[in-house]
């Protein structure tokens, strides 16, 4: 790795073994573009598998995500490898809540970088901004990260019932929230 790379994130919020960081759009885009493509869970667990999707419409995607107010990259403390996003969107300022999103690439799944990434940004929302409830949604078929979701404190609170059609099938939209007096309790 380059001398410059490695000072392209920043050690916004830090772990064990990730660092969420403003993302850099410039660095991140052709691996956006061949995840968003290639990549089938990204692709399918994401929604962007019905889309084509070439460098120029995935660009203009991250400036639009990075537009909001909390959109990170999560990045490989060791080596400072960029391994996918999460972000928060949908904040409600008076209501206190977010809905969070997270995505990370093939070769980091299943070693805890995601649930890291996903605990750094919890204690982040409840302790520093004072956000009493995050939200997010699943696809029915992504069991992997509903029983991640789960693990962490997440709790189901609702569905919509055949709200997507994948792989010849329709699944729920599966609704979970994890609220503050929750996950510290």
Known sequence: MKAEEL???YKKIVGKNVYLSPIDIDHEVDQMTI???EDKDIAYYNGFYGSLLGKEKVRALLEK???GPFMFSIINKENNAFMGHVSMFNMGH???YT?????IGQEYRGKGYGKEAI?????YLFKSQRYEAIQLQVFGYNEKAYEVYKKIGFKECGRYHKA???ESKYHDMILMELLKEDYYD
Do not use: A, S
């Open 7 to 9: 000072f392209m994130y």
């Open 35 to 37: 995840w968003m493509n």
């Open 65 to 67: 995500w990075n537009e």
């Open 94 to 96: 008076h209501e206190l």
């Open 99 to 103: 809905t969070m999103g997270i995505y």
């Open 119 to 123: 605990q750094l940004v919890i204690d």
């Open 164 to 166: 997507l059609y994948h």
